[in-house]
């Protein structure tokens, strides 16, 4: 029901946008996120954008550098990834959370629906 795409190999300052599409379902009030995860690594928070687009959520790591958005009328969310560093390889995954009272954007687990990754390579 999510699909990530836009992955791919870059060099180190390189730019990739990657972006998720969600089919089957629209996800009507949902906030949507991007999560990581690197080989050996627990997944980890990247960026989060609420239903409205009013107000996004970034990593420390990526402040600055990613920017999300999301086109509902066309059920997608991108990732904007500028500036790309080798720190930034790792499998991204799209998720979806229903937003409900008192939700953390920043924890996995408060996410319902998930893509399949996509994955992203930046070498130095």
């Known amino acids: 029901q999510l699909q990530a795409s836009g992955g791919g190999l870059v060099q180190a300052g390189d730019s990739l946008r990657l972006t998720c599409a969600a089919s089957g379902r629209t996800f009507g009030g949902y906030a949507m996120g991007w999560f990581r995860q690197a080989p050996g690594n627990e997944r980890e928070f990247v960026s989060a954008?609420?239903?409205?687009?009013?107000?996004?959520y970034y990593a420390d790591s990526v402040k600055g550098r990613f920017t999300i958005s999301r086109d509902n009328a066309k059920n997608t969310v991108c990732l904007q990834m500028n500036s790309l560093k080798p720190e930034d390889t790792a499998d991204y995954y799209c998720?979806?959370?229903?937003?409900?009272?008192?939700?953390?954007?920043?924890?996995?687990?408060?996410?319902?629906?998930w893509g399949q990754g996509t994955l992203v390579t930046v070498s130095s």
């Open positions: 998720a979806a959370n229903p937003g409900y009272s008192g939700t953390s954007y920043y924890t996995d687990s408060d996410y319902d629906y």
């Open positions: 954008i609420t239903w409205s687009g009013g107000s996004t």
